[in-house]
């Protein structure tokens, strides 16, 4: 027969060795996550960092886009889910663009962030898509690695094309959608539409104009 006595150091061990290894793997786990986190955000800066010098390459501007950055806090109106930065390019001090995030809702696979690059005079810039779930072959054809289509915007405004056709060419307007997704095409041309709106709803704070000019119906 056992000795009582033993037993109960023994279940005793047993349970700090159990509750010891239960303490190493969540803070495995924990350190994991957390280096996992860290790569996953650096991976977005890299995306970010590419598309803002696609969308305005360095002879467009003479400032440090990511360190002139400001918070969109009526995030809502680009239907974005919270605050998140937005980018102003600069010539000798004045601002020449800016770049929006902006998210097209309406994606086949939900939404498509987008970062819109808008002249002063309100014309598109560039448009890339940083991050989304459309199906490859068909969706995925809104990342500049995979078509040309999102060239597409450049030049465009809210008077050109003019607002009815601002649509894919299905729906009766200018834009192409790709064969077989008009899903997909159909909300990166809204979305894109709506930050030229917003572009020019907030104009004057955008281009951070003196209150003299802001006030002059801009
Ligand atoms: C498996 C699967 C994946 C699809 N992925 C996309 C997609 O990523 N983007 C898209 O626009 N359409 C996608 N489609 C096609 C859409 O269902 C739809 O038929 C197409 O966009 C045409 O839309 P429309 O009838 O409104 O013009 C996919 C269809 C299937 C069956």
């Known amino acids: 027969m056992d000795n009582p006595t033993t037993t109960r150091g023994s279940i005793l061990r047993n ?22 986190a860290e790569r996953i955000s650096e991976a977005q800066r ?26 969109v806090d009526d995030y809502p109106q680009l239907r974005l889910s919270d605050a998140r930065d937005g980018y102003r390019a600069r010539q000798n ?19 498509i962030d987008l970062l819109v690059g808008i002249y002063a005079d ?19 054809k809104v990342e500049i690695g995979k078509s040309q ?14 607002p009815e056709n601002w649509a894919v060419k299905k729906d009766g307007g ?21 930050s030229l709106e917003y572009f020019a709803d907030h104009r004057s704070i955008l281009l951070q104009l003196p209150a003299e000019e802001s006030t002059n119906g801009n």
Do not use: C
């Open 174 to 194: 200018n834009f192409d959608q790709f064969t077989g997704a008009t899903i997909t095409p159909r909300a990166v041309v809204k979305a894109v539409y709506q």
């Open 122 to 140: 309100g014309s598109v810039a560039g448009v890339r898509a940083v991050s989304h779930r459309e199906t490859p072959g068909l969706g995925d």
């Open 15 to 36: 349970s700090v060795i159990l509750g010891l290894f239960a303490m190493a793997t969540v803070g495995l786990i924990a350190v994991t996550q957390q280096g996992t």
């Open 93 to 111: 001090g004045e601002v020449v663009a800016v770049i929006l995030p902006v998210v097209a809702p309406e994606g086949y696979s939900g939404r």
């Open 46 to 71: 890299r995306v970010q960092l590419s598309a803002l010098n696609e969308i305005l390459p360095h002879e467009q501007h003479d400032n440090d886009l990511l360190g002139d950055s400001f918070s």
């Open 149 to 162: 289509w999102v060239l597409e915007f450049n030049g465009k405004s809210l008077s050109m094309p003019v």
